[in-house]
Structure formats: structure tokens, C-alpha cells
């Protein structure tokens, strides 16, 4: 059975940091590329971080970038994405997906963590 169990958000000051994970299980987790999305309240959902299956390549979304790093541990199973100098601007539900890259498999979500940066 395919499950992705997100966790690590809660309560946050401005200027703290948090470090989400991506727990894994039920398929072929070095044949997939993790992205975390994040949707705030009245916003459409954002792609903030990629790492490739191979851990070869990172992208950020530039409101991020250089503030949080993504990462996997192909051992085991797991992502995470790091998360410094947090502001309330990155309140959101964050999700981790996993994605093959080709249409002849199924895409598979986690159900979300949510973060909270107030003071």
C-alpha cells in the first residue's frame, strides 16, 4: 500500500525554523522526484522546493530560495525540507509529492502538514 505521511509543521515565530518530513512506504522511492507544494489560505497552491530521484538537481521557488533546502535520504525513504528565517508570508498547508516524470504512472500525495509563522 502506497503512503506518504507528511509531518514537522506547527507554531513558529517570525524568524525561526522547522524541518518538515516525507515519510515513505509502498513503492519505488529512488525512481521518483520529490516536490513539497504549499497552499496558504486564499492562495493557489506553489511549488517551493524539487529534488530529483537521484538527488542530482534542486529547484526553488525564488521567494524561498536561500532560506529553505530540500533534501532526501534514499536509505530511508524520506525527504525533508528545511525551512530558516521563517516568515508569516510562508504560512501554509505544505504537501510532499512523489513523481515519476511519465504519464504511465500515478503521481501519490501526502496529506499535508501545516506551518504557522506568527509572532
Known amino acids: 500500500q502506497v503512503r506518504i505521511v507528511d509531518s514537522g509543521g506547527g507554531l513558529v515565530q517570525p524568524g525561526g525554523s522547522l524541518r518538515l518530513s516525507c515519510a515513505t512506504s509502498?513503492?519505488?522511492?529512488?525512481?521518483?522526484?520529490i516536490k513539497w507544494y504549499r497552499q496558504a489560505l486564499g492562495k493557489e497552491r506553489e511549488l517551493v522546493a524539487l529534488?530529483?530521484?537521484?538527488?542530482?538537481?534542486?529547484t526553488y521557488a525564488d521567494s524561498v530560495r536561500e532560506r529553505f533546502t530540500i533534501s532526501r535520504d534514499d536509505v530511508k525513504f524520506e525527504a525533508y525540507l528545511q525551512m530558516n528565517n521563517l516568515q508569516p508570508d510562508d504560512s501554509a498547508v505544505y504537501y510532499c509529492?512523489?513523481?515519476?516524470?511519465?504519464?504511465?504512472?500515478?503521481?501519490?500525495w501526502g496529506q499535508g502538514t501545516q506551518v504557522v509563522v506568527s509572532s
Open positions: 509529492t512523489a513523481r515519476r516524470g511519465s504519464t504511465r504512472f500515478a503521481n501519490y
Open positions: 529534488i530529483t530521484k537521484d538527488g542530482s538537481n534542486t
Open positions: 509502498g513503492f519505488t522511492f529512488t525512481s521518483y522526484h
